[in-house]
């Protein structure tokens, strides 16, 4: 039975019943039968009898860490809440955080280890035990060992972002030894915590708390919800204490917020950075003090910038922006400078020239003295954990990453695009020949979904630890399913900043089915495959075999234990028992108390927690809170986004930044040695004109899904069942296209058919659907063929200092199907 | 016995859903239905690119206005609508025959029929899930991001929200109405 009534939800008089959500779903176009499916998910209500629980934990709905506090009753988990304990999260739990229970609750979870029965990428698999998956898994891996001589950087692997990423790489880097690892960093915020970490020494965090003043280039905090900047910004924008100027193609959610939104065009950021830059520079604007005692070859840069001649009429041709607008902007930028920030950003995948943006952006900053000092981008502290180290064995044999040259600075987490396009392109100095994916979902979230098929399809071994049946796990020949964050204990964690805590992810509820945590995999994969490859060490590794000449069998065995060839011992303990020591060793049994029972601890926090209103906590009293951690020194070791590999960070700093204590406005180093121009440079030819008549296509986020990950989720679906193609409303008239009408969008590598969103939104030049839509697994009843996939279109071009991928240099044709 | 009245500082919305998503999760609300109990109104913004009215567009959070002088109590037949001892106004479902006159008597199109129990629902503050089991709160304040909303007692002077609106200025949805709505968007 259905209303006649439509809803009124426009409340201002008689607004046009257009879109509901900015993201393009059009409620009137949800078809009937998607939604009957969708209203066969039951939701759990509380019975709030004698037997709930309530216990704290973290969200793992996306990256952020939100602290929530589970209900629990008879062992069924009814209701997540937020915890207000934890600063970074700042007692909220957004659409995705209350979604996580259909995580648990999803019928199309991975339920028990699976060895593939048809083809690969059939879809078929058989029910094993444990036990037969790892041994499955252990004769491929002998195999290929055997037959590589003990290389084993054979064996690739890559990782999405999470707590346990730790536990998994620590196993395949450290224990099986590969150096072939790739995650999420190359296609995602690699060029801004590289750029930012060379030149200020750290990526840190835009205090949105106290900045009055904001220029968000391309991030979208109100719909890629990052905490504690979205909560913190958002209270305080439409003149409330921090002005806000939105640089973006797109008119998005956070665009609305914003007093200045400037549509700019694509990939054209750093050439509006450079003119900021060449005005507080010929106004001489600039905090002098701040530059002379923090900012390293500050003159040379000066020189470099006006000579140069990035004026804002030179900007204005290349980013579509006025060049009284980029006047306007740097002065007051400066005018409220040091509480300025150019924010950082995150997926800055964005452009061929991405890394010289976030330099420039890095340097503006720095010229506004907003570093380092309430209101701007600072470092706070962070709270020690205790160690857990496991010892890896050194195998001689392995040889460095197949993708080493492809880009200038490919660290540890290699660079995703370059890595799998050398395996199927033939150049890899030797073959890649199993692939072990964690918690990612590369079919769907590296650009050319066709390559990374085709990636897939060459190796002898695909092993697969999710949660859910992903189109990458459709691909697996043996799939490990992991128990969901409700279901696990995690790595404790801490989380640095102003207001610097301690967090745990602690279980609520028992596995539901046949599934384990990444440690418990780790121990039994290691369990079965130590002895076995150490047979091939020995048979391949002149190094260990002369460590071995001449030993007793006992003597031997020792030496296999105390040099890491065990390859279970790091993951013998329980969590909890790692846990407990990196938390007690630190600070005490009574901290380890406090941390299990409330999920948060920092010292002090019994006294410095306050309740200040219905909606506000105080977590640390001002005078407490960590701003200005170095008083222009720049320490070694600042506070990171929770996805940056420290270690990572740590060797690239090593290597490049010549001055570590300033603000290094030349990289000479790196210029000299491996050819990344030392200052931002535009460069022509690194920029992508649109061709009339044709469009160049951008991705985002938006506040109900996780990439990928969330997209069978029943709730979610609910609150934006497809995505839809953003097109310009003149261009869409045109063209005759109307809402909901069927496009096809191609580009070199692909095209894909949409539903069409016309918009005033977005620019006559310019495309954009989001992403995570378009999964092709038959085993999700809900995101199988829903909405599309972007990577079917989006070019696999990446830039040459990090081999970070290009994601908006992808030019694509429109038409009406 | 208390008067609950919910305060909506609604600039700081970001249309993130979160309250919606909590609401069902809470209430146990059908999902792929059109209609539930609360929702983000959003105004299209106004201009032609690149020249946008950002003042033109909002969000705007609403649900069920908790009225003190609620058309659609007035026009049940059957005293299925009812108003709770702290206020609230509420639908018992056993005596609600689905006549739907309180559908079309509300001015904010805040009832709808939950296709399962083919009776009329709408927002109750979380009365039957949270309240009545001491918890002090809705589900939409307790996990709102950007803190839009502030519940609490009208009848208590000292409460946050009294004080809240006595300091600030505020509008109800269409007050000439006479509706007397309990939700407040503050300005």
Redo the contacts between chains.
């Keep these: 039975?259905?209303?006649e009534?439509?809803?009124?939800?426009?409340?201002?008089g008689s607004?046009?019943l257009?879109?509901?959500?900015?993201s393009g779903a059009a409620?009137s176009l949800i078809e009937s039968e998607?939604?009957?499916?969708?209203?066969d998910?039951?939701?759990?209500?509380?019975q709030?009898s004698d037997k709930l629980q309530e216990i704290s934990t973290l969200c793992e709905m996306c990256v952020n860490k939100c602290a929530a506090i589970a209900r629990v009753e008879n062992g069924v988990l009814t209701?997540?809440?937020?915890n207000p304990l934890f600063p970074k999260s700042?007692?909220?739990?957004?659409?995705r955080?209350?979604?996580g229970?259909q995580a648990l609750d999803d019928p199309d979870r991975l339920k028990y280890p699976l060895i593939r029965a048809g083809e690969r990428g059939e879809g078929k698999f058989t029910r094993v035990t444990w036990d037969e998956a790892y041994e499955y898994i252990k004769d491929k891996m002998v195999k290929i060992l055997d037959e590589e001589k003990d290389n084993r950087s054979a064996i690739g692997c890559c990782a999405g972002e999470g707590m346990a990423e730790h536990t998994y790489t620590s196993f395949m880097q450290g224990k099986i030894g590969t150096a072939n690892f790739v995650n999420h960093s190359s296609i995602c915020l690699a060029t801004t915590i590289g750029g930012y970490t060379l030149t200020l020494g750290g990526y840190g965090q835009a205090d949105l708390e106290n900045a009055e003043y904001v220029i968000m280039a391309g991030a979208n905090r109100?719909?890629a919800?990052v905490t504690p900047d979205?909560?913190d910004l958002?209270?305080r924008?439409?003149g409330?204490g921090a002005k806000l100027v939105v640089v973006d193609p797109r008119?998005t959610?956070?665009?609305?917020?914003?007093?200045t939104?400037l549509?700019i065009e694509v990939g054209t950021d750093l050439a509006f950075v450079l003119a900021l830059t060449y005005v507080a520079l010929t106004d001489e604007s600039y905090n002098k003090k701040f530059a002379k005692e923090n900012m390293s070859d500050f003159e040379t840069y000066k020189e470099h910038v006006i000579s140069n001649n990035y004026t804002p009429e030179w900007a204005e041709d290349i980013t579509g922006i006025k060049a009284e607008e980029i006047r306007k902007v740097s002065r007051d930028f400066m005018a409220h400078a040091p509480r300025a920030i150019y924010y950082q950003g995150r997926r800055t995948a964005w452009s061929l020239q991405d890394y010289q943006l976030r330099r420039a952006q890095a340097i503006f900053s720095a010229m506004g003295g907003g570093i380092d000092i309430k209101g701007g981008i600072i470092f706070g502290k962070t709270l020690p954990l205790g160690e857990h180290r496991t010892n890896s064995p050194i195998y001689d044999n392995a040889e460095v990453r197949i993708e080493k040259g492809k880009a200038a600075l490919i660290g540890g987490s290699g660079s995703w695009i370059a890595w799998r396009n050398t395996i199927i392109d033939g150049t890899a100095p030797y073959p890649v020949r199993a692939f072990f994916a964690y918690k990612q979902n590369p079919m769907l979230s590296v650009p050319n979904t066709a390559k990374t098929k085709q990636m897939l399809e060459k190796m002898d071994l695909v092993v697969v630890i999710d949660t859910m049946p992903s189109d990458t796990v459709m691909m697996a020949d043996v799939v490990l399913p992991e128990s969901v964050y409700l279901e696990r204990e995690d790595p404790v964690k801490t989380f640095g900043g102003a207001e610097p805590s301690i967090a745990l992810r602690k279980k609520v509820v028992d596995a539901k089915y046949d599934t384990k945590p990444v440690i418990e995999i780790m121990r039994g994969l290691g369990e079965k495959l130590s002895k076995p490859l150490f047979e091939i060490s020995k048979k391949y590794d002149e190094s260990l075999q002369e460590e071995l000449e001449g030993l007793t069998e006992e003597e031997v065995l020792e030496y296999y234990n105390e040099n890491g060839y065990d390859l279970a011992d790091g993951y013998r303990h329980s969590q909890e028992t790692i846990n407990h020591h990196m938390v007690a060793s630190v600070y005490g049994e009574e901290a380890w108390k406090t941390l299990r029972e409330k999920g948060v601890f920092y010292p002090d926090m019994d006294k410095y927690f306050k309740k200040k209103?219905?909606?506000?906590y105080q977590y640390y009293p001002e005078h407490k809170k960590s701003y200005s951690m170095i008083e222009g020194q720049l320490i070694n070791e600042p506070y990171h986004d929770t996805c940056v590999d420290t270690k990572e960070i740590s060797v690239l700093k090593k290597e490049f930044r010549t001055a570590t204590k300033k603000v290094a406005c030349v990289l000479s180093n790196l210029e000299k040695k491996k050819g990344v121009p030392s200052m931002p440079v535009w460069n022509d030819e690194l920029y992508t004109p649109t061709p009339k008549g044709k469009f160049k296509f951008i991705t985002g986020r938006h506040?109900?899904f996780t990439q990928s990950a969330t997209a069978n989720n029943?709730?979610?679906i609910?609150?934006l069942s497809e995505n839809y193609l953003w097109i310009?409303?003149?261009i869409a008239k045109e063209k005759d296209i109307e809402l909901g009408d069927m496009v096809e969008v191609e580009s070199s590598i692909g095209k894909i058919q949409i539903k069409a969103y016309p918009t005033?939104?977005?620019?006559?030049n310019v495309l954009f659907f989001v992403h995570g839509f378009g999964a092709e697994s038959s085993e999700l009843t809900l995101a199988h063929q829903r909405g599309v996939n972007d990577n079917l279109i989006i070019e696999d071009q990446y830039e040459n200092t990090f081999g970070s991928a290009a994601m908006h240099e992808t030019i694509v044709n429109l038409r009406r199907v | 016995m208390a008067r609950y009245g919910m305060a909506l500082?609604y600039?700081?919305c970001?249309?993130?859903?979160?309250c919606?998503?909590?609401c069902?999760?809470?209430?146990?609300?059908?999902?792929?239905?059109?209609?539930h109990r609360i929702?983000?109104?959003?105004?299209?913004?106004e201009?032609?690119?690149?020249d946008?009215s950002?003042g033109s567009?909002?969000?705007?959070p609403?649900q069920c206005q908790q009225c003190d002088n609620a058309p659609c109590q007035e026009v049940c037949p059957t005293n299925a609508t009812y108003y709770d001892d702290n206020g609230v106004v509420r639908v018992n479902p056993d005596q609600c025959i689905l006549c739907?006159y309180c559908?079309?008597a509300c001015p904010?199109?805040a009832r709808?029929?939950d296709?399962r129990t083919?009776t009329v629902d709408k927002c109750n503050f979380c009365s039957d899930?949270r309240l009545m089991?001491g918890e002090t709160?809705t589900?939409c304040?307790?996990?709102?991001?950007?803190?839009v909303?502030?519940?609490?007692d009208l009848d208590d002077p000292e409460s946050?929200?009294s004080q809240v609106l006595k300091a600030r200025e505020h509008h109800t949805?269409k007050t000439h109405l006479g509706t007397k709505p309990k939700l407040y968007y503050l300005t």
């Design positions: 039975m259905k209303t009534i439509s809803r009124r939800r426009f409340l201002q607004a046009a257009t879109i509901v959500g900015v409620s998607e939604k009957a499916k969708i209203s998910y039951g939701l759990n209500k509380t709030w209701k997540l809440n937020p700042r007692n909220m739990l957004c659409a955080g209350n979604a229970i109100a719909e919800i979205t909560m958002f209270k924008t439409k409330r008119f959610n956070t665009a609305s917020h914003a007093d939104w549509p209103s219905v909606n506000a506040g109900q029943a709730l979610l609910d609150l310009n409303k003149r005033e939104k977005i620019g006559p | 500082d600039k700081s970001i249309n993130c859903k979160a919606e998503s909590a069902k999760e809470e209430n146990g609300i059908l999902l792929g239905a059109d209609s929702w983000v109104g959003v105004k299209e913004i201009g032609v690119f690149p946008l950002i567009t909002s969000f705007e609403s739907t559908m079309q904010y199109d709808y029929i296709d083919l899930t089991n709160t589900a304040q307790a996990t709102c991001p950007t803190k909303r502030i519940f609490g946050e929200i949805l």
